[in-house]
Protein backbone atom coordinates (compact mmCIF):
# COMPACT_ATOMS: atom_id res chain seq x y z
CA UNK A 1 0.00 0.00 0.00
CA UNK A 2 2.57 2.33 1.10
CA UNK A 3 4.75 2.22 -2.40
CA UNK A 4 1.83 2.27 -4.31
CA UNK A 5 1.19 5.37 -2.22
CA UNK A 6 4.63 6.88 -3.26
CA UNK A 7 3.98 5.99 -6.96
CA UNK A 8 0.65 8.31 -7.15
CA UNK A 9 2.11 10.77 -5.26
CA UNK A 10 5.98 10.79 -6.03
CA UNK A 11 5.28 13.29 -8.53
CA UNK A 12 3.24 15.68 -6.49
CA UNK A 13 6.08 16.17 -3.74
CA UNK A 14 9.24 14.50 -4.02
CA UNK A 15 11.34 16.87 -2.51
CA UNK A 16 9.42 17.50 0.76
CA UNK A 17 10.32 16.95 4.16
CA UNK A 18 8.36 17.82 7.85
CA UNK A 19 10.86 18.62 10.09
CA UNK A 20 9.29 18.48 14.30
CA UNK A 21 10.99 19.95 17.37
CA UNK A 22 10.21 18.64 20.37
CA UNK A 23 11.09 21.08 22.69
CA UNK A 24 11.66 25.03 22.57
CA UNK A 25 13.50 26.92 25.42
CA UNK A 26 16.53 27.91 27.44
CA UNK A 27 16.61 24.91 29.74
CA UNK A 28 20.24 24.39 32.16
CA UNK A 29 19.60 20.33 32.20
CA UNK A 30 17.81 18.36 29.46
CA UNK A 31 18.11 14.68 30.73
CA UNK A 32 16.35 13.53 27.62
CA UNK A 33 18.23 15.96 25.34
CA UNK A 34 15.73 16.90 23.09
CA UNK A 35 15.85 20.69 23.94
CA UNK A 36 16.81 23.40 20.98
CA UNK A 37 17.64 26.65 22.46
CA UNK A 38 15.80 29.11 21.40
CA UNK A 39 18.19 31.29 20.11
CA UNK A 40 19.37 27.97 17.82
CA UNK A 41 15.73 27.33 17.12
CA UNK A 42 15.58 31.29 15.41
CA UNK A 43 19.13 30.68 14.12
CA UNK A 44 18.14 27.33 12.15
CA UNK A 45 14.66 28.67 10.81
CA UNK A 46 15.81 31.39 9.49
CA UNK A 47 18.71 29.46 7.49
CA UNK A 48 15.90 27.22 6.55
CA UNK A 49 14.13 30.35 4.81
CA UNK A 50 17.03 31.49 3.24
CA UNK A 51 17.50 28.12 1.61
CA UNK A 52 14.31 26.01 1.13
CA UNK A 53 10.70 27.29 1.20
CA UNK A 54 8.47 26.38 3.95
CA UNK A 55 5.07 26.00 4.11
CA UNK A 56 2.71 24.84 6.42
CA UNK A 57 1.45 21.69 7.38
CA UNK A 58 -2.02 23.21 5.85
CA UNK A 59 -0.43 23.54 2.36
CA UNK A 60 0.96 20.57 2.02
CA UNK A 61 -2.35 18.58 3.25
CA UNK A 62 -4.34 20.79 0.63
CA UNK A 63 -1.38 19.66 -1.80
CA UNK A 64 -1.71 15.98 -1.51
CA UNK A 65 -5.91 15.92 -0.99
CA UNK A 66 -6.04 17.73 -4.00
CA UNK A 67 -3.44 16.02 -5.91
CA UNK A 68 -1.69 19.31 -6.54
CA UNK A 69 2.15 20.29 -6.79
CA UNK A 70 3.99 21.97 -3.99
CA UNK A 71 4.57 25.25 -4.59
CA UNK A 72 8.58 25.91 -6.18
Not at 12 to 36: A, F, K, Q
Not at 52 to 68: M, R
Request: glycine share 2%; with cysteine; hydrophobic share 40%.
Amino acid sequence: MIKSLYRIYKNYWPRSLILCYHRIGNYISDPVDITVAQANFFDQINWLKNEYNIISIDKLNECLLNKTHLPD
